[in-house]
C-alpha cells in the first residue's frame, strides 16, 4: 500500500521561507513522478510544482523563481522549498504522486499526502 507523509508546513511573514518535505512508502520512490498541489479556500486545487522521476522539472507560472522542488532517491523523498512567500500562496499544500505522465489534473495522481497548511502574514 502506498503512503505519502508530509511534514513542514506553518506560519511565516510575507517574504520568509518555508520546506515541505514528503515521504513515500509502498512503492519505487526513483520510477515515480511526484508533485505538489495547493488549495485555496473557495479556489480549485492546483499543481505548483512537479518533479519527474529523472529530476525533470515544472513549475506554476505564480511560483517560478520562488519554489523549488527537489528529491532524495536514497531517502525516498520529495522537497518543496519556498522563498519570498506571499500573502497568495496561503493554502492547503499536498504531496502526489503518479506512475503516469505529470499533469495538472488531479485526477490523474492516484496518491496522495494529508495536506499541510501553508498561511502566510502579510
Known amino acids: 500500500q502506498v503512503h505519502l507523509v508530509e511534514s513542514g508546513g506553518g506560519l511565516v511573514q510575507a517574504g520568509g521561507s518555508l520546506r515541505l518535505s514528503c515521504a513515500l512508502s509502498g512503492r519505487t520512490f526513483s520510477s515515480t513522478n511526484m508533485g505538489w498541489f495547493r488549495q485555496a479556500p473557495g479556489k480549485q486545487r492546483e499543481l505548483v510544482a512537479s518533479i519527474r522521476s529523472g529530476v525533470s522539472t515544472g513549475y506554476a507560472d505564480s511560483v517560478k523563481g520562488r519554489f523549488t522542488i527537489s528529491r532524495d532517491n536514497a531517502k525516498n523523498t520529495v522537497y518543496l522549498q519556498m522563498n519570498s512567500l506571499k500573502p497568495e500562496d496561503t493554502a492547503v499544500y499536498y504531496c502526489?504522486?503518479?506512475?503516469?505522465?505529470?499533469?495538472?489534473?488531479?485526477?490523474?495522481?492516484?496518491?496522495w499526502g494529508q495536506g499541510a497548511q501553508v498561511t502566510v502574514s502579510s
Open positions: 502526489a504522486a503518479t506512475q503516469y505522465g505529470i499533469t495538472s489534473d488531479d485526477s490523474r495522481w492516484p496518491y
